[in-house]
């Protein structure tokens, strides 16, 4: 009985719990700011993502939640790259975790209210397993997105790849460009293969 | 079909490695990887296109509101493997799940299957389609979907509630030559005592009045008042003007309630009844006797849904092309406008009888609303026209008003006999 009363609860709070913990992060980064107006512009920027974000919980606006996202991100890495320096480690750790927190709240959506409701003992394992699968490949994706990018930057750093010519530089850009529409289309391809 | 996420992770990819060339940081151009990682994993699993077969069963498909129904659905899988799959049984907005889930997320493999089973509950009539199941096969990282409508129906009839009029005096005023229930002041074959009369020839023995004609020495025979039937037309006020309140607790609702009520305690009483509903058409039944009309009565009730702008005048044409003259007509109204009173007025004039229930629509408005002082103040001076409208229809008709809080019979028993003998 207690497990079927935590785990929604478990899963309602993740999401909240993952975006206070980015909100106060990237709080404490732009704050270390000695600059003052550049610690004001960020921490408007991070104010406006936080309230953002809370409107749309609040509102059920659901329209403005992935402006408060990238405004958050934003100021974190506006800080970055701007002021601070950018350390990559914790900048890939900070973007993993942004990324986590909307996968985290569409599993949240999906998957709470049916902990919620009073299922047979088959249905409820079934549904158990399913979530089992979608933290699992979360988890993975988390984990390699922070450990992908540090690994070419070894690569680059090591000299394995010339990472300070132009060249490199446009075919990195031209193949991340390739990526990216390629994924997007994929859908579109496939069903017309299908 | 792409998601939101994976579009905003694309964008953001985009984003982060265009800042990067342009600052030459390539820190940053190596944050546009993670989005991108993200995306490249979504696609090695992406969402199949589901191929799944649906079979629903009730434990009922005739039900009265407020009363349970078993649902079961089989969910079969005759695709590839799904692995995430969202199943949703559609159902209508007015019911409400009791118990267990229309609605599961779960893994199926080839020839799998997924049973699911709930209650439902609808507080309001209607006649209810349940489906069709929706499905949306998912991959775990929420960056596409797939798809499929699967057109499994299933009707469910939700009943109205019916009043219980079982102890209430409600009988046509003017009857017809067959028999019935309804004393018709006049001889004939019934068990209420009339008189006595000289014994004829052909008289029944078992009908002679042994007392009085030993008294008087010659034989006298008792007669009896005729029990005949009457025909009354009950008619419902479903205007959209006449809905005020929310979907369970409105006047339509408590006037559907109330006419199912009467309808089955007039036609108890070996009496025709028929129905003419005011809604986005007029809808009529003409008189018939027995249980098979109570049905077709409950059927058009069923559909009743606040709607349409039918004046009085044109059930008053109504009634006198289609109905007989000497009926009772119960109208159940919440008399929201005064032409109530001129069609009323009109209706006397015909010659029908008319009787009136009106479930109030200011106890309802009252219940739900905030009861602050200054509403006291609104519902006094609402009342006091409410019970101006009341009292000029009392010198034509007969009217109830009923506060639909309180049973019906409660109401119509604190008048007597409805409508009054004449």
Known sequence: MASTQLIPSALRAAPVVTLAFLVGWAVLDVSAIGDGRWAAGLLAVLGIG?????????????????????????????????????????????????????????????????????????????????????VLRLIIAAVLSVVVPILAADLAVAGIVPATTIPTAIALAGALVAVVALLALMPSLSRRAA | MRTPLSSGLAAASLGLLVAGLAFRSWQVVLLALPPVIVLALGSLFPPARPRLVAVRT???????????????????????????????????????????????????????????????????????????????????????????????????????????????????????????????????????????????????????????????????????????????????????????????????????????????HVLASKNRVGLIVQREVLDWVPPAFGRKQLYRILDHLTRVRPGGEWPFAHVAWVLTRFFPRDCLIVLISPLQDRAALNAVIAMEARGYDVAIVSPSPLAIEWRLGEQRPEDQTALRILRMERDNLVSQLRRVAQVVDWDPATPLALALRRIGTWPRPS
């Open chain 1, 50 to 134: 936080a309230a953002a974000v809370i409107l749309s919980v609040v509102l059920r606006w659901r329209g403005i939640r992935p402006v408060g996202l990238v405004a958050i991100g934003a100021s974190y890495i506006g800080a970055h790259a701007f002021v601070l320096g950018v350390q990559l480690v914790s900048a890939l750790v900070f973007l993993s975790f942004l990324i986590s927190q909307a996968e985290l709240r569409i599993l949240a959506e999906r998957f709470a209210p049916l902990f919620e409701a009073a299922l047979p003992p088959g249905e409820r394992s079934r549904i158990h397993s399913a979530l089992g699968r979608a």
């Open chain 2, 58 to 264: 009730l434990s009922r498909d005739r039900a009265e509101a407020g009363r349970d129904v078993d649902v079961k659905l089989v969910v079969r899988n005759d695709g590839p493997t799904l692995d995430l799959v969202e199943i949703v049984d559609v159902l209508p907005r007015e019911f409400e799940v009791v118990h267990g889930t229309n609605h599961a997320v779960v893994s199926l493999e080839r020839g799998g299957t997924m049973p699911m089973s709930y209650t439902v509950r609808s507080p309001v009539k209607g006649d209810f389609r349940i489906g069709p199941v929706r499905v949306r096969s998912l991959d775990p990282l929420a960056l596409g979907a797939e798809d499929a409508v699967l057109p499994t129906d299933a009707r469910l009839v939700v009943a109205p509630t019916m009043e219980d009029l079982r102890r209430t005096k409600l009988q046509p005023r003017r009857t017809r030559p067959w028999f019935g229930q309804v004393s018709s002041r006049q001889l004939g074959e019934g068990t209420d005592f009339w008189g006595v009369r000289e014994y004829t020839a052909g008289d029944e023995v078992r009908r002679i009045n042994w007392k009085a004609s030993a008294r008087l020495d010659r034989l006298y025979t008792n007669e009896y008042e005729g029990e005949r039937s009457g025909d009354v037309v009950i008619v419902v006020d479903a205007r959209r003007e006449s809905f005020i309140g929310t979907e369970t607790d409105n006047p339509i609702e408590h006037s559907v309630r109330a006419a199912l009520g009467i309808a089955e």
